[in-house]
């Protein structure tokens, strides 16, 4: 298997070879004691050495017996054990061969389908999201992506914490071990042909590597990320990022408001849920908004148009007309009624 093939998590259950082959120890010692107690019990057994059976006796011939060595020291000396060792005793030995045998089976088979699903995941890998850190960020940023209706297979996650791996496989999503100011794991993430990078480490230093690279191996894609420092957000936008999210600043900032105006804060709070209460969304200009945007304030309130990438607010003057290749942010209210869910 490639280290490509190997390095990729994928969700689903999984059974790991610790777990297996200890399930089948706890089977084949179940085996052994059924047979064992079935001899010192059930009687009709003898040892030559003495003409009787222990209950020590009982573990050896069983062990000897259901792994078919066989040395017959112990033998059946009754009808009744002969009968036993028939209809119990050599279906135990055939469960224990199909035991050996299905390990090692189950363990090749399991490999095969592993390889399998990751190179079927890797062939429909086009226009994903690739996102660099799962801590409280990064899973913020994987569970709003899929409140917006983002497909669970789109999104692959790149973190070296093996708890923040199975939290993300937890959510349906793929997951991959490794630092992602590699270039090696970014391209094992197909970052090369990535249609958006979230940018989520908990080191302002490793976010700006993280840019770097990523931008790169991808000069098209949307690369969003995070830093604690307001003073670093600039190195994050001169190493490619289109987006900067200043955490300790925009939490700074919304405590302060929370002192002198505390509704701003909640209304804000709820901008930034998805699905419920109010929500912004973006979307292109449709035909019945072509015209002057007080027209459409009335169905959708609209706080800005970006247009040819020029973010406008909706009271500046080139933005009272709606031409055709606009995009519209604007917010959307979700009431008791609409249950919240993706928009449209």
């Given at each position: 298997m490639s280290d490509r093939t190997r390095h990729v998590e994928l969700p689903g259950h999984h059974t790991t070879a610790p777990l297996l082959i200890g399930r089948r120890i706890a089977v084949a010692t179940g085996l052994i004691v059924f047979v064992a107690l079935l001899t010192w019990l059930g009687g009709g057994y003898e040892d030559p050495r003495d003409g009787r059976v222990s209950?020590?006796?009982?573990?050896?011939?069983?062990?000897v017996s259901v792994t078919t060595t066989g040395y017959g020291d112990i033998v059946p000396a009754t009808d009744r054990a002969r009968l036993l060792t028939t209809l119990l005793v050599t279906p135990a030995r055939v469960l224990f061969l199909i035991l050996l045998i299905g390990t090692t089976l189950e363990a090749l088979a399991e490999n095969t389908r592993r390889a399998y699903r990751v190179r079927r995941w890797r062939a429909h890998l086009k226009d994903h999201t690739v996102i660099c850190g799962f801590g409280t960020?990064?899973?913020?940023?994987?569970?709003?992506?899929?409140r917006r209706g983002a497909d669970p297979e789109s999104i692959v996650v790149i973190d070296e914490s093996e708890e923040a791996r199975d939290r993300a496989t937890g959510m349906g999503l793929a997951a991959m071990p490794g630092d992602a100011t590699s270039t090696e794991v970014l391209r094992s993430a197909e970052a090369a042909s990535a249609r958006s990078i979230v940018v989520a480490p908990h080191r302002d230093d490793a976010a700006v590597l993280m840019t770097l690279t990523a931008r790169e191996l991808n000069g098209d894609a949307m690369i969003a990320a995070a830093v604690r420092e307001d003073e670093n957000a600039h190195l994050l936008r001169r190493s490619g990022a289109n987006s900067v999210i200043t955490s300790s600043g925009g939490a700074g900032r919304m405590l302060g408001l929370a002192i002198e105006t505390p509704r701003v804060v909640e209304v804000l709070e709820d901008l930034l849920s998805v699905g419920e209460g109010l929500d912004l969304l973006q979307r292109p200009v449709r035909d019945e908004d072509l015209g002057p945007i007080e027209e459409v304030h009335s169905r959708d309130p609209v706080l800005a148009v970006v247009r040819d990438g020029e973010l406008l607010?909706?009271?500046?003057?080139?933005?009272?007309?709606l031409c055709r290749g606009d995009q519209l942010v604007y917010l959307r209210s979700y009431g008791p009624r609409d249950g919240g869910g993706a928009p449209p």
């Amino acid at each position: 298997m490639s280290d490509r093939t190997r390095h990729v998590e994928l969700p689903g259950h999984h059974t790991t070879a610790p777990l297996l082959i200890g399930r089948r120890i706890a089977v084949a010692t179940g085996l052994i004691v059924f047979v064992a107690l079935l001899t010192w019990l059930g009687g009709g057994y003898e040892d030559p050495r003495d003409g009787r059976v222990s209950l020590p006796d009982a573990f050896y011939y069983a062990s000897v017996s259901v792994t078919t060595t066989g040395y017959g020291d112990i033998v059946p000396a009754t009808d009744r054990a002969r009968l036993l060792t028939t209809l119990l005793v050599t279906p135990a030995r055939v469960l224990f061969l199909i035991l050996l045998i299905g390990t090692t089976l189950e363990a090749l088979a399991e490999n095969t389908r592993r390889a399998y699903r990751v190179r079927r995941w890797r062939a429909h890998l086009k226009d994903h999201t690739v996102i660099c850190g799962f801590g409280t960020k990064g899973r913020a940023a994987a569970t709003t992506l899929l409140r917006r209706g983002a497909d669970p297979e789109s999104i692959v996650v790149i973190d070296e914490s093996e708890e923040a791996r199975d939290r993300a496989t937890g959510m349906g999503l793929a997951a991959m071990p490794g630092d992602a100011t590699s270039t090696e794991v970014l391209r094992s993430a197909e970052a090369a042909s990535a249609r958006s990078i979230v940018v989520a480490p908990h080191r302002d230093d490793a976010a700006v590597l993280m840019t770097l690279t990523a931008r790169e191996l991808n000069g098209d894609a949307m690369i969003a990320a995070a830093v604690r420092e307001d003073e670093n957000a600039h190195l994050l936008r001169r190493s490619g990022a289109n987006s900067v999210i200043t955490s300790s600043g925009g939490a700074g900032r919304m405590l302060g408001l929370a002192i002198e105006t505390p509704r701003v804060v909640e209304v804000l709070e709820d901008l930034l849920s998805v699905g419920e209460g109010l929500d912004l969304l973006q979307r292109p200009v449709r035909d019945e908004d072509l015209g002057p945007i007080e027209e459409v304030h009335s169905r959708d309130p609209v706080l800005a148009v970006v247009r040819d990438g020029e973010l406008l607010r909706f009271d500046h003057e080139r933005a009272a007309t709606l031409c055709r290749g606009d995009q519209l942010v604007y917010l959307r209210s979700y009431g008791p009624r609409d249950g919240g869910g993706a928009p449209p």
